[in-house]
């Protein structure tokens, strides 16, 4: 096929995070000749983010391969349902909910998450909580396997996150019933519990799963290449 009939990489940062923690993997697909957008994920509300991220779809006017790191997989798997745009998903430490399920309640679905502990919360005109996370928690609970100096840059650039977002439940079916998937995400892992993500991702019959040793939950800022190569897998089957 012709480079402008490859799928676009869209790739959507969860909480906590925001859209340059995807430069790593985004270097390793311009070498394979991919584009990539890398979308500024609202985390407002599963609902309205979905609906944000439908309209970049839109935009982009092509087939796309959407890519959600933590709570951007519930966008994406909102976004993905009955899109035809949207060729495979990949979830990068994230949730891949059924209808009804929250993050909240797939976080606390096994032990092991301490999440909970390292946030602050404070309330927010529209209503409810924001939650962002202590930056003096942030290097051990985020992004253990980054060095001192990257974490605190990464704890600085937070975006934070509404409670409303991280409670609201999947309205609807979840695009991966119907649109192929694949699953990448570490073993150490401190905000999803791998046992979570090992749950979600047979769940949702992954095309391929990668469990990388020793990797946070910031697996696409330590880990790009093992992120990358798990989205070229998913983009040579869109490309099929």
């Known amino acids: ?67 959600g790191h933590s709570y ?32 909240l309640l797939l976080s606390a679905k ?27 928690k942030f290097h051990h609970q985020f992004c253990a396997d980054l060095d001192a100096d990257e974490a605190a840059l990464m704890a600085a650039t937070q975006r934070p996150v509404t409670e409303r977002a991280l409670t609201d439940g999947l309205a609807g079916e979840p695009g991966w019933r119907t649109t192929p998937s694949w699953s990448v995400f ?16 047979e769940r949702a019959s992954a095309r391929g799963t990668s469990e990388i040793a020793g990797a946070s939950h910031a697996i696409a800022v330590s880990r790009p290449v093992a992120v990358a190569t798990t989205i070229l897998d998913a983009a040579e089957h869109a490309r099929g």
């Open 186 to 201: 570490g073993e150490r892992d401190l905000n999803i519990p791998a046992a979570a993500l090992r749950f979600m991702a």
């Open 110 to 136: 096994f032990e092991g998450s301490s999440l909970g502990e390292a946030l602050n919360a404070y309330p927010v005109a529209s209503g409810g909580n924001e939650f962002r996370i202590d930056e003096a």
């Open 72 to 103: 951007g997989g519930m966008v994406i798997t909102r976004a993905a349902a009955g899109n035809p745009a949207v060729r495979a998903l990949v979830y990068v430490a994230a949730f891949a909910p059924e209808p009804g399920e929250s993050a």
């Open 1 to 67: 096929m012709t480079t402008t009939e490859q799928p676009v990489i869209v790739l959507v940062h969860g909480a906590f995070a925001e859209s340059a923690s995807w430069n790593g993997v985004i270097r390793r697909l311009h070498g394979h000749g991919l584009a990539a957008v890398a979308v500024a994920n609202p985390l407002r509300g599963v609902e309205g983010d979905a609906t944000y991220l439908r309209d970049v779809i839109a935009g982009i006017g092509r087939p796309v391969v959407l890519v």
